[in-house]
């Protein structure tokens, strides 16, 4: 392909032709195949637009900016001055696995929009990324190499810090009801991982846990480690995994205390405060980079009601403990019912950061622009797998034809 506007990336130029570049349908569908009927079945008949028709480029200093904003988040979060939310929750050793850093990509750059603790989709990439190792794209994946050792690393590495040479012997996988969530077939992966090298692994109910004197159990077992899904992410409605998080009896990760210090939403406000960046101790180059890369966040509040009327087509408005876009709004889109909702208190805004475009050409469907977000899947600060997301609409939503997590590619 020649690349003849200068002004336009080469990233830019792929991304702008579905025909760029394709996923390679039929080696999904056999390492798919891989995982058995049932596993199949789940992800064609629940989950139809998981994975994307194509992957997503881009350009090295997207790709570097990203790494810029993630070491500044880490770096100030971890200083010692950022505190613990409210200070409610102890401070475990365990890191927090599965970090996701959601980005939108502009001509004004990279944009972090929000900060998950228990993000989803890292063990369906990997599938997708495996099933993709002879497709010859443009540019360079952005994962490391053997994820699947990489993840097996990280949880090991989570229980090392909570209990040292201890043998990892037994995890549970834990949400609500998971069979009927709708990311149940990456449960399914995480668990053939974990037993692949020998170590027990259920996927369970938080209501199904009861606690003895010694630990955690499920139907008669011991747990060691608990993968947490759960989005209720102070455990309020869960008595039992709550205790035996605070009292240590269990391996929980990630944990309340890594919400409160990375994904709550109202952190994001405080993240674009350059006062009070500094207050902290956070160097200028950092600050630099979060005020770069963070669009401007602030609290909600009535008082200021007449003003954010004035301006909601700004600003995207979240509710700061939320999840999976649930209650989120473009102010642009806002009717008065909702807007007085929002005005009762519970949301940041977040100045708009419009995400990137990728051209895609669905089965039986003409050429049509999805948008995407980046995630970046992070374990103590180091970005493990880079996936896109591509859809229609306000926000992500894996309903949409040729859309759904893609590979992302980095292209000189």
Same mark, same amino acid.
């Given at each position: 392909?020649?690349?003849? +506007?200068?002004?336009?990336? /080469?990233?830019?130029?792929?991304?702008?032709?579905?025909?760029? +570049?394709?996923?390679?349908?039929?080696?999904?569908?056999?390492?798919?195949?891989? @995982?058995?009927?049932?596993?199949?079945?789940?992800?064609?008949?629940?989950?139809?637009?998981?994975?994307?028709?194509?992957?997503?480029?881009?350009? /090295?200093?997207?790709?570097?900016?990203?790494?810029?904003?993630?070491?500044?988040?880490?770096?100030?979060?971890?200083?010692?001055?950022?505190?613990?939310?409210?200070? $409610?929750?102890?401070?475990?050793?365990?890191?927090?696995?599965?970090?996701?850093?959601?980005?939108?990509?502009?001509?004004?750059?990279?944009?972090?929009?929000?900060?998950?603790?228990?993000?989803?989709?890292?063990?369906?990439?990997?599938?997708?990324?495996?099933?993709?190792?002879?497709?010859?794209?443009?540019?360079?994946?952005?994962?490391?190499?053997?994820?699947?050792?990489?993840?097996?690393?990280?949880?090991?590495?989570?229980?090392?810090?909570?209990? !040292?040479?201890?043998?990892?012997?037994?995890?549970?996988?834990?949400?609500?009801? /998971?069979?009927?969530?709708?990311?149940?077939?990456?449960?399914?992966?995480?668990?053939?991982?974990?037993?692949?090298?020998?170590?027990?692994?259920?996927?369970?109910?938080?209501?199904?846990?009861?606690?003895?004197?010694?630990?955690?159990?499920?139907?008669?077992?011991?747990?060691?480690?608990?993968?947490?899904?759960?989005?209720?992410?102070?455990?309020?409605?869960?008595?039992?995994?709550?205790?035996?998080?605070?009292?240590?009896?269990?391996?929980?990760?990630?944990?309340?205390?890594?919400?409160? @210090?990375?994904?709550? $939403?109202?952190?994001? +406000?405080?993240?674009?405060?350059?006062?009070?960046?500094?207050?902290?101790? +956070?160097?200028?180059?950092?600050?630099?980079?979060?005020?770069?890369?963070?669009?401007?966040?602030?609290?909600?509040?009535?008082?200021?009601?007449?003003?954010?009327?004035?301006?909601?087509?700004?600003?995207?408005? $979240?509710?700061?403990?939320?999840?999976?876009?649930? !209650?989120?709004?473009?102010?642009?889109?806002?009717?008065?019912?909702?807007?007085?909702?929002?005005?009762?208190?519970?949301?940041?805004?977040?100045?708009?950061?419009?995400? !990137?475009?990728?051209?895609?050409?669905?089965?039986?469907?003409?050429?049509?622009?999805? $948008?995407?977000?980046?995630?970046?899947?992070?374990?103590?600060?180091?970005?493990?797998?880079?996936?896109?997301?591509?859809? @229609?609409?306000?926000?992500?939503?894996?309903?949409?034809?040729? !859309?759904?997590?893609?590979?992302?590619?980095?292209?000189?």
């Amino acid at each position: 392909m020649n690349i003849t +506007a200068s002004s336009v990336s /080469p990233a830019e130029v792929l991304n702008g032709d579905c025909h760029s +570049a394709q996923v390679d349908r039929a080696a999904l569908q056999h390492t798919m195949q891989k @995982q058995g009927g049932v596993w199949r079945s789940l992800v064609t008949e629940r989950c139809q637009h998981l994975f994307a028709d194509v992957p997503v480029f881009i350009a /090295p200093v997207q790709m570097q900016q990203m790494r810029e904003v993630i070491g500044a988040v880490e770096r100030v979060v971890g200083s010692g001055e950022w505190g613990v939310g409210s200070g $409610k929750w102890m401070q475990h050793s365990a890191k927090g696995v599965f970090f996701g850093y959601d980005f939108h990509l502009n001509s004004d750059g990279a944009h972090l929009i929000e900060i998950n603790s228990n993000a989803g989709g890292g063990f369906l990439n990997a599938l997708l990324l495996d099933s993709q190792r002879e497709a010859g794209w443009p540019g360079a994946v952005v994962a490391q190499a053997n994820l699947e050792q990489v993840f097996l690393d990280m949880f090991r590495n989570e229980w090392r810090l909570e209990r !040292g040479a201890a043998a990892l012997q037994t995890v549970a996988i834990v949400d609500e009801q /998971p069979e009927g969530q709708y990311l149940y077939p990456e449960f399914l992966l995480a668990q053939r991982m974990f037993e692949r090298v020998g170590i027990a692994a259920f996927i369970a109910d938080p209501d199904a846990l009861h606690s003895r004197g010694d630990g955690l159990y499920l139907d008669g077992q011991k747990i060691d480690l608990v993968y947490n899904r759960l989005t209720d992410f102070s455990l309020q409605r869960h008595a039992i995994l709550r205790r035996a998080y605070l009292e240590g009896s269990v391996v929980l990760t990630p944990d309340p205390a890594h919400y409160a @210090q990375y994904a709550d $939403k109202r952190n994001l +406000a405080r993240l674009t405060d350059a006062d009070n960046l500094r207050a902290l101790g +956070a160097s200028e180059a950092d600050i630099a980079a979060l005020q770069a890369g963070v669009p401007q966040t602030r609290l909600v509040e009535a008082a200021d009601q007449e003003q954010w009327w004035r301006e909601r087509k700004q600003w995207f408005f $979240k509710p700061a403990e939320g999840y999976g876009s649930k !209650g989120s709004y473009s102010g642009a889109k806002l009717t008065l019912r909702v807007f007085e909702e929002i005005m009762r208190g519970g949301y940041v805004a977040q100045r708009m950061a419009a995400p !990137g475009e990728r051209m895609v050409c669905a089965e039986g469907a003409e050429p049509q622009p999805l $948008k995407y977000d980046m995630r970046c899947y992070v374990y103590d600060g180091q970005v493990q797998l880079v996936a896109a997301r591509l859809y @229609q609409g306000q926000t992500t939503n894996f309903r949409t034809p040729g !859309g759904g997590f893609a590979p992302v590619c980095v292209v000189e």
